[in-house]
């Protein structure tokens, strides 16, 4: 394996094309969803070896409620068993894991195992998985806005000290790095709501493979890929 020269020590993945993968298979989109949730763990064992720290997945955005109520509450069961059989695999592979979203639209059973397992794995640090649940990039940024000024409002932050990094720290990701490489599967070319402001300087592959197809090895390909290529963040090189 060739070694990346600047590993991504970020990498966020939408995961798309679950509906199509079951589809092919004249399956329910469901089937697809149940596939796509088994890559996730073959992915994650996969980081340490490409020096990835943090892996973020979009298992569910603030505009997927509008998808028929049998995939919703299919794919809400989904995330609540996904936790409960997991957690001990997770912990045997030392990883962190976080949620990022809003949790108010949420049951309350799930969020409260999303708060075990936050709990749980809190001193894991071989990786750091985040969970975007329920989580829009714009959602995040208006929430994040709302609680700084309220701060201003209290007058506990002047206005004028408001800078990029004061509104970076209102935000889910707060504690974690930018991510330096975006992967989206499925062959479509956007980035949905997905991180937006954390993704101002990462570098976009948009892939075809549907995401039960995704393999640990065409993850690390992408990876060290990734750490062929030269970033400028806005600068010019000498
Ligand atoms: C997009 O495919 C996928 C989703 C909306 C759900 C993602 C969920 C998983 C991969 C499973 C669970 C994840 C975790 C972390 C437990 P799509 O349904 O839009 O596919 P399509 O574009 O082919 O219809």
């Not at 299919?74 to 957690?87: C, D, N, Q, V």
């Not at 640990?216 to 806005?234: D, I, Y």
Request: contains cysteine.
């Amino acid at each position: 394996m060739v070694e990346a020269d600047i590993p991504a020590q970020h990498v966020a993945i939408i995961m798309d094309g679950n509906g199509r993968w079951a589809q092919q298979r004249g399956k329910p989109r469901l089937f697809g969803h149940h596939a796509g949730a088994k890559r996730v763990r073959e992915i994650v064992a996969a980081c340490p070896s490409v020096g990835v720290k943090y892996l973020t997945v979009f298992a569910f955005s603030t505009e997927n409620w509008k998808r028929t109520q049998t995939e919703v509450s299919g794919l809400m069961k989904l995330f609540r068993r996904y936790i409960m059989k997991e957690s001990q695999n997770l912990m045997k592979d030392g990883v962190r894991v976080r949620f990022i979203g809003d949790r108010i639209n949420l049951d309350e059973k799930l969020v409260g195992l999303m708060d075990e397992l936050e709990l749980l794995t809190a001193d894991n640090n071989v990786v750091n998985l985040t969970i975007a649940l329920n989580y829009g990039g714009r959602d995040e940024v208006t929430r994040a806005v709302q609680r700084l000024a309220h701060e201003v409002q209290k007058g506990r932050i002047n206005a004028t000290d408001v800078n990029a990094e004061v509104l970076s720290s209102f935000l889910d990701t707060h504690v974690l790095p930018d991510p330096d490489l975006v992967i989206r599967t499925s062959g479509e070319a956007r980035i949905s709501n997905f991180l937006l402001w954390q993704s101002a300087y990462a570098e976009y592959e948009f892939i075809n493979t549907l995401w039960p197809d995704f393999t640990a090895s065409e993850f690390r390909e992408l990876v060290v890929s990734f750490g062929l290529r030269e970033r400028r963040f806005g600068a010019v090189l000498v």
